[in-house]
């Protein structure tokens, strides 16, 4: 899955580094969980991350492998992971998007989220000298 999550993140050279590792996994699998998404054969394709935070659900960490973006597997995994937080009780689904990548927004925008707020970026591994970065919260009713 570090393999996967990394090599999707690859896009972000705004930051050194890879996106995440091992122990960054193992400390989210305690607050949340994630779901994976395999090809025919069982190898990993996709993964989301998905926290229940009270009456509204968090996703982030969205990858999909490089070869296989551009398919609609992305869009399966958010609705997965919505699926699971609206069977959970939640009404309303929340994710962060890096300002330094704005073509996500539309992207999400397609899935019927919109932005409702910003928060700080706490980045784990230092951006590079010269950018500022911040969250931009998007969210949408279950």
Request: one cysteine or more; charged letters at 25%; aromatic letters at 8%.
């Amino acid at each position: 899955m570090v393999h996967l999550i990394n090599s999707a993140f690859v896009v972000e050279k705004f930051i050194a580094g890879e996106r995440t590792d091992e122990a960054e996994i193992l400390a989210r699998m305690q607050n949340g969980e994630f779901f994976l998404g395999c090809d025919e054969s069982g190898g990993l394709v996709a993964s989301v991350y998905v926290e229940l935070r009270g009456r509204r659900g968090y996703f982030g960490m969205l990858a999909v492998d490089p070869k296989r973006q551009g398919n609609g597997l992305g869009r399966k995994m958010v609705e997965a992971a919505e699926e699971y937080a609206r069977g959970k009780g939640c009404t309303g689904m929340d994710l962060t998007v890096l300002s330094l990548r704005s073509e996500l927004l539309p992207l999400y925008r397609k899935l019927g989220y919109t932005e409702s707020g910003v928060e700080g970026f706490r980045p784990t591994r230092p951006l590079k000298p010269g950018l500022e970065c911040h969250c931009i919260v998007m969210s949408k009713k279950l």
